[in-house]
């Protein structure tokens, strides 16, 4: 069974740098047919998709946060990480990792997020 | 974007009933649409994707419906283990986006 675990600080000062890093473990992140990806959840604006990245690097980022995310992907390490530029308060929140399943046949192109990781609380806070 | 709005917002309900909860696309998005569970201090997990089709070892009282704009999750019988908050996500077009949320309370 697949299974995510995010990694990283949980207290960041404002205008810093986070880098949080998620392993994947009970299946290869080489797979086609999987995106990974972060998601966050803070009380004032909900559940927010941050941006997803293929095994082969290629990705794909929200355009409020694309000035200041890059994801990157380890294979060798079955990992992949997110880094988040110039924070601020409004950046405090649950920060998930999660797999995009693609699913596609003649018909049909869709995709979903399963499984996630547990989650990381960060504060942004001097 | 598009915009996803739930209703209701929160709801109470007892052990047996029937419950349905709304989600409404600002445009139309075919059948691309999942719900998630989540419990307090849990992840989000996966219950219906494809607006209609229901994930691997999720009970079959959960059922989803709709397509174009609206869609309907229902719990045929709600159970103890059901009370929890439920999220409706598009995947027609990045950036992905979620409902606000349901909350299931116990009556």
């Known amino acids: 069974q697949l299974h995510l675990q995010e990694s990283g600080p949980r207290l960041v000062k404002p205008s810093e740098t986070l880098s949080l890093t998620c392993t994947v473990s009970g299946g290869s992140i080489s797979r086609s047919s999987h995106f990974w990806g972060w998601i966050r959840q803070s009380p004032g604006k909900g559940l927010e998709w941050i941006g997803s990245?293929?095994?082969?690097?290629?990705?794909n980022y929200n355009p409020s946060l694309k000035s200041r995310v890059t994801l990157s992907v380890d294979t060798s390490k079955n990992q992949f990480s997110l880094n988040l530029k110039s924070l601020t308060a409004a950046d405090t929140a649950v920060y998930y990792c999660?797999?995009?399943?693609?699913?596609?046949?003649?018909?049909?192109?869709?995709?979903?997020?399963?499984?996630w990781g547990q989650g990381t609380l960060v504060t942004v806070s001097s | 974007d598009i915009q996803m709005t739930q209703s209701p917002s929160s709801l109470s309900a007892s052990v047996g009933d029937r419950v349905t909860i709304t989600c409404r696309a600002s445009q139309t998005i075919s059948n691309y649409l999942n719900w998630y569970q989540q419990k307090p201090g849990r992840a989000p997990k996966l219950l219906i994707y494809a607006a209609s089709s229901l994930q691997s070892g999720v009970p079959s009282r959960f059922s989803g419906s709709g397509s174009g704009t609206d869609f309907i999750l229902t719990i045929s019988s709600l159970q103890p283990e059901d009370f929890a908050t439920y999220y409706c996500q598009e995947s027609f077009i990045m950036p992905f986006t979620f409902g606000g949320g349901t909350k299931v309370e116990i009556k």
């Open positions: 990245i293929s095994y082969s690097g290629n990705t």
């Open positions: 999660a797999r995009r399943i693609l699913y596609n046949t003649d018909s049909v192109h869709t995709n979903w997020f399963d499984p």
